[in-house]
């Protein structure tokens, strides 16, 4: 305890405040023998335009002394003087320091994975590991993924600025450390990190020469994700254990995340060609017969399902284009990983293409005997040119029966039926025969189709006889017309609501002429 008079004379101390302030001795001015601090809250005890000596008049002010911190706590006598207690709270404000640099580390950590984990693109992540570093660890950061064609991709971003890729052709062993960073390995004490080691690229322009640097791996999901590399300048301070240890914490985080989104990365890339095996191929016209196609799936989001088509145009001029239209049981992946498998089957047995009942039959037991429980419905189509108009041979297997749309308008059903595939032992099928005339068409379709849900009402299907009506309008029309005259029509018919996968196929003879070929050897073609 000190006590002083209005005029910042000492007239009295106690004996722990003797052995703070050996100098501090009544008649002592306060000014010469008390931290400045303190002299200061005193004068502005007696002083203060606003304030008066009181009990509340000054809160308790806070100071060193000695390198050790010390609360000061006054009390107001009635003679005018002030009695100043110091309260060593060293230990108390170094745990609040502690709690306080605590909370805000966590929330640091809370921030950065929300950050990190709220986009699954590898380049976003890799930018926001930077620039995260670079606010709150260092001065400069670079997070570098592994090397891809002989490059580093490097994402460095300044305190304040925004980050920059680059893809370096730079050796990791050239740097001490990276190396073992980016396989993983545990890092290096930054004391064992000679700065001058950082390689001109590693710099960014303008950051001037390196104080400190650290270079720490970022772990993924059983292989590592990459290093992170931070830099501070020089005369900063240096990294701490601490502050080494919180930023492992970090490139924790930061590695799952990118380890996350390069993951999702190959995976989309991975579907994406798979994708595209599956998809419906693009239809035109095949040695003078007209073929045009149109899928869309059950759910908006998705390309693929349970419905497929396809045409293999025939080997030799003359002889018959197989058209196959399927529709598998259920919709979605599942139902798509069925129907790669039977259209790959059916790609193998075209050699037998002219035997439908031999392709339904092979076809039946592949599926019977493997390991899907799901079928499938399948109609087949062969068709050839034959002078001006085209020949289709026709076979369903459990599916709805084609259409043919004649040149008046007629809208016939053909006359063929069977057993679906992937159920039974035996899949009995029976063909038929038909001509289409110039301008006429054949039309396979899916029931997705017939039994879309829709209407003023929202719960009556599009029927069969909708569509006829609607086909009936389509004669003379192209078949790429007439599918998506179709499609539109049952799209428009359920609107918003859920649906199954529709496909539809169009065979068409065009409104051609055929010139004969050039001494029997070269092919025909056909003209307006």
């Not at 008049?57 to 003087?81: K, N």
């Not at 239809?283 to 998705?302: C, K, M, T, W």
């Not at 992937?422 to 029931?447: F, K, N, Q, W």
């Not at 001494?519 to 073609?525: S, V």
Request: hydrophobic share 40%; aromatic share 4%; with cysteine.
């Amino acid at each position: 305890m000190l006590v002083a008079d209005a005029a910042g004379v000492l007239l009295q101390r106690n004996d722990a405040a003797g052995l703070l302030l050996p100098a501090a001795v009544p008649g002592a001015r306060l000014a010469d023998v008390a931290p400045d601090w303190l002299t200061a809250a005193h004068h502005a005890m007696h002083h203060s335009p606003v304030r008066k000596p009181g009990p509340d008049a000054v809160r308790p002010l806070s100071g060193e002394v000695d390198g050790r911190r010390f609360e000061a706590h006054p009390s107001t006598r009635d003679d005018g003087t002030v009695a100043w207690w110091l309260v060593d709270d060293t230990d108390h404000q170094l745990t609040r320091d502690a709690l306080h640099m605590e909370r805000e580390r966590t929330a640091f950590l809370v921030k950065s994975s929300s950050r990190l984990l709220s986009s699954l693109n590898l380049g976003r992540c890799m930018d926001v590991t930077a620039q995260m570093a670079a606010e709150n660890l260092a001065d400069a950061a670079l997070a570098i993924s592994p090397a891809r064609s002989g490059r580093l991709p490097v994402v460095t971003c300044l305190r304040g600025g925004a980050p920059t890729t680059a893809h370096e052709a730079v050796n990791p062993d050239d740097v001490p450390g990276l190396t073992e960073a980016l396989r993983g390995f545990p890092p290096v004490p930054s004391r064992w990190l000679d700065p001058a080691s950082a390689s001109k690229w590693m710099i960014p322009e303008g950051f001037g020469p390196v104080g400190s640097i650290v270079i720490t791996p970022l772990p993924g999901h059983g292989v590592p994700a990459g290093a992170l590399v931070l830099l501070r300048k020089a005369g900063s301070a240096a990294f701490t254990d601490e502050e080494e240890v919180f930023a492992r914490l970090f490139a924790a985080r930061a590695g799952a995340a990118l380890s996350a989104a390069r993951l999702y990365a190959e995976q989309t890339a991975i579907t994406e060609v798979l994708m595209r095996e599956l998809l419906p191929p693009t239809l035109h016209q095949i040695s003078g017969v007209d073929f045009a196609g149109s899928y869309r799936p059950s759910q908006n989001h998705e390309r693929i399902g349970g419905d497929f088509y396809d045409v293999y145009p025939a080997v030799t001029e003359g002889e018959a284009s197989l058209v196959t239209l399927g529709d598998v049981c259920g919709k979605g992946l599942e139902a798509a990983v069925l129907t790669g498998k039977i259209r790959n089957t059916l790609h193998a047995l075209l050699p037998m293409a002219d035997d439908h009942q031999r392709m339904l039959t092979l076809l039946n037991t592949s599926l019977v005997n493997s390991h899907h429980t799901r079928f499938a419905t399948l109609v087949l189509a062969s068709a050839v040119r034959r002078g001006s108009s085209v020949e289709v041979r026709l076979t369903s297997a459990g599916h709805p029966k084609p259409l043919i749309i004649r040149a008046d308008g007629t809208v016939e059903e053909a006359d063929t039926r069977g057993t679906l595939v992937g159920a039974l032992p035996d899949v009995p099928a029976r063909s038929t025969t038909i001509t289409l005339a110039p301008g006429e068409s054949c039309v396979l379709y899916t029931d997705g189709i017939t039994e879309a849900q829709g209407g003023p009402m929202g719960d009556t299907q599009f029927g069969e006889a909708r569509l006829q009506r609607a086909l009936a309008g389509c004669a003379g029309m192209p078949s790429e017309g007439i599918v998506e005259h179709v499609q539109m029509l049952a799209s428009q018919w359920v609107g918003a609501r859920p649906h199954d996968d529709m496909a539809a196929v169009a065979i068409s003879a065009p409104r051609t002429h055929h010139l004969s070929a050039v001494n029997g050897r070269t092919r025909g073609r056909f003209t307006t």
